[in-house]
């Protein structure tokens, strides 16, 4: 079974608009990751979250942690084309030896 | 100057062959990985290296084997390339082991015919 769930698998905003995608997790997380990948290249790092209510923000987007760390959404704001791309939750459940759990992703599409 | 680099980026062999794809970072990580992204998109973990040392080796068929010359350096080695092993391959590297902030490879696409 999946332990992290994102959601929405895929949307389609226009451009200017707010969106949010959620990632939930089946257990207590060590720490929160969030990945953007570009169509076809590798996975850039966007923000990390480790404390419960813990909020960052990068530009237009804003993540946030749960306080019980178990879920986490990331927010864009007056999305723009470049926004485009497949955004990732990755999940660490320990301080050591273990590599991030990702969710499914969720591809997002901003149309003019 | 490429932080984690991976080679080749596109792959295309027959089933049956051995291949290598090659990955190194230049950003002093003591940690590095293999991922493997299937044609879902699913990225899932298959090995980890910490200097040097295997710490994670999930279930993955044992026709696949990382080699760690160096800690700037993890190669992966598949045997008897099957259909099934078609995917995106994905290194990454991070700091330590429990700094996961990974800085990943611009991933290699391996087609098997």
């Known amino acids: 079974s999946q332990e992290l769930e994102q959601s929405p698998q895929s949307l389609i905003v226009q451009e200017g608009k707010n969106l949010t995608i959620n990632c939930t997790s089946s257990?207590?997380?060590?720490?929160l990751y969030w990945y953007k990948q570009k169509y076809g290249e590798g996975l850039i790092f966007l923000m990390m979250l480790q404390k419960g209510g813990e909020e960052k923000s990068h530009e237009k987007i804003t993540a946030k942690l749960d306080e019980k760390k178990q879920q986490s959404s990331l927010h864009i704001t007056a999305s723009q084309p470049s926004h485009a791309g497949i955004y990732l939750c990755g999940a660490q459940y320990s301080n050591s030896g273990y590599a991030l759990n990702f969710g499914k992703g969720t591809s997002l599409l901003v149309t003019p | 100057d490429t932080a984690v680099s991976q080679t080749p980026k596109y792959l295309v062999t027959q089933m049956g062959n051995d291949k290598s794809i090659k990955c190194e970072q230049n950003?002093?990580?003591?940690?590095m990985y293999w991922y493997k992204q299937d044609s879902k998109k699913f990225l899932k973990i298959m090995f980890s290296?910490?200097?040097?040392?295997?710490?994670i080796n999930e279930t993955v068929p044992n026709r696949f084997s990382p080699k760690s010359p160096d800690k700037a350096h993890l190669n992966l080695h598949i045997n008897s390339l099957e259909l099934g092993d078609s995917a995106v391959y994905f290194c990454?590297?991070?700091?330590?082991?429990?700094?996961?902030?990974?800085?990943f490879g611009q991933g290699t696409r391996l087609t098997v015919v």
């Open positions: 290296y910490n200097n040097k040392e295997l710490i």
């Open positions: 257990k207590t997380l060590y720490g």
């Open positions: 950003l002093g990580h003591d940690t």
């Open positions: 990454a590297s991070s700091p330590s082991e429990a700094r996961s902030e990974a800085f």
